[in-house]
């Protein structure tokens, strides 16, 4: 999912720019039945993870572009009896809403950046307080648990209002994963990093 352009200290913000910029472009160089693959075996790997039998509610959110193809896993949350719950963005606040979706074809429309969003007018909106595991999008991550986004900080003022110990899973392809992702202060560490050719706890 998509965030719009945030700001930060100019020397962090020209190394988050040049290494997005670059992540970005090895993963859209990635063919089309690799990415279906890898994403195949990831999202296999993410239903596995230890404590997700468990699990009640979902943040995932729909995919766009050569991001890791959330479609399986979002159908596979509803499928197994399990509250998908997705984001909205809301522009005016600079905020991310979320809602409850039991439907992907009828809860889902068009929304910022062309992404599907839940549809107010048929979701419930919840809180990130009904939520038990979160699945984080995102451009680049490493060992460390510092996550990369696009740019506008979306994900990181949504999860500071999580407790510690909610799981904070980043699944992507693992052309994504870097020696180092420049942070600032207010950015978010993740829990898990899930990948077609390994699972990593980070904590």
């Known amino acids: 999912m998509a965030e719009a352009p945030g700001s930060a200290q100019p020397s962090v913000a020209l190394a988050k720019a040049e ?17 279906a693959a890898a994403s195949a075996t990831i999202t296999g790997r993410v239903v596995r993870l230890e404590g997700f039998s468990t699990v009640r509610s979902v943040l995932a ?26 984001p909205r ?5 600079r905020r991310l ?12 429309l068009a929304g910022t950046w ?24 995102g451009v680049a991550f490493d060992a460390h648990g510092r996550r990369l986004g696009y740019g506008g900080g979306f994900y990181d003022r949504l999860l500071a209002l999580t407790p510690a110990e909610l799981p904070r899973v980043v ?5 994504q994963v870097v020696d180092d992702v420049p942070t600032e202060a207010h950015d978010c560490a993740m829990t898990t990093l899930v990948t077609e050719r390994e699972t990593t706890a980070l904590r």
């Open 171 to 175: 699944a992507a392809f693992s052309v």
């Open 114 to 137: 062309g992404i599907r969003e839940p549809d107010p007018e048929s979701c419930r909106e919840v809180t990130i307080d009904d939520v038990d595991f979160v699945l984080v999008p």
């Open 19 to 35: 290494l997005r910029a670059r992540v970005l472009a090895a993963r859209d160089a990635l063919p089309a039945p690799i990415r």
């Open 97 to 108: 809403r979320l809602y409850a979706v039991d439907d992907l074809e009828r809860d889902l």
């Open 61 to 86: 959110y729909s995919s766009f572009g050569s991001e890791f193809d959330t479609g399986a896993f979002n159908a596979h949350v509803i499928g197994s009896g399990r509250q998908l719950v997705l």
């Open 89 to 93: 963005v809301d522009r005016t606040a």
